[in-house]
Structures are given as C-alpha cells and as structure tokens.
C-alpha cells in the first residue's frame, strides 16, 4: 500500500506541474526564464522559482523513495538527466547556480555529474 502511494504522489506531483505550465502565462514565463533568469523583473524572478523549486523538490523526493525502497523503477535516473539537461540553458543555469543549495549536497552532485557526463 505504501509503495503505491508513493508512485500516486510522484504522479500527481508532476501532474500539477505541468498542469501549471498550461497557464499561458507560466509558460512564457518558464520559456523566458530558462533563457535568461537575470532578464526577468523581481516578481518574474519569484514566480520562475517557484516553478523551478516545484519541478526540482519533485524529482528530489523521487530519489529519496527510490532510496527509502518506496518504488523499484521510478525512472529517476531519467529525471535526474533531464534537470541535468535543463541547467545546460543559459537562464536555468544562472537559477540552479543562485539556488542549487536548497536541494542537498547529494542531489544536486547527481545533477552535476550528469550535466559532466552528457557534455
């Protein structure tokens, strides 16, 4: 029962980021800010990083209950390389840089090492 639940969080989890980013104006934001995090205004910058905190905080507690025995194959790996992908933006990086520290020593090395290995 617990293992199940733990894949329903992860699902809606990421359900409702992307239901978040069928807001036209979440989307632009989100597009924007992953090109260019210093080019948007303070209250821009408050709303890119909320977005940001949700996706990453996500892929985050997908690790800890892969590592807590929660699921067998949550494909966070997968997760893993895809924000090792998104820091690659210019804006993103400029985010994970600023706020990476939030995250762990751990997850943000698994991120990083990744970035390493894709480039």
Known sequence: MAKLQA???TVETFSRFRERLTIPENADLY????ESY????KVEKVRFRAL???????VSAMLE???AGMYFHSG????IDSLALLIQKPGASEWWE??????????ATAIE???KDSA
């Open 31 to 34: 597009v924007r800010g992953i």
């Open 65 to 67: 209950r892969e590592k």
């Open 98 to 107: 600023s706020w990476k520290f939030l995250f762990g020593h751990e997850f």
């Open 76 to 79: 966070v790996g997968d997760q």
């Open 38 to 41: 210093q080019s948007l205004d």
């Open 113 to 115: 090492s990744r970035n």
């Open 52 to 58: 940001m905190e949700e996706l990453f905080f996500s």
């Open 7 to 9: 894949v329903d969080r």
